[in-house]
């Protein structure tokens, strides 16, 4: 049990981007939002973003409006 706790990994707390950079959400800023999807264009959770609570949802509704617009894909195939 004692080699368990000795092979813990603690990472370093992620900062919500958003918040300390006061950075505007927009539909249109595609570059932006594409920091935010992977490679299969699916919305990186906010484990892996960073985001804090408030703004990982709003990401979530401002990509899935971008992608209404058709300024981001849906899946690998469009």
Do not use: E, W
């Amino acid at each position: 049990m004692d080699s368990r706790r000795d092979k813990r990994f603690f990472s370093k707390k992620k900062v919500c981007r958003f918040c300390t950079d006061s950075i505007d959400m927009d539909y249109k800023n595609v570059d932006l939002l594409s920091r935010f999807i992977t490679d299969r264009k699916k919305i990186v959770p906010r484990r892996s973003s960073g985001l804090c609570a408030y703004h990982q949802r709003q990401l979530a509704t401002t990509i899935k409006r971008s992608r209404f617009m058709a300024l981001l894909p849906y899946t690998v195939l469009h």
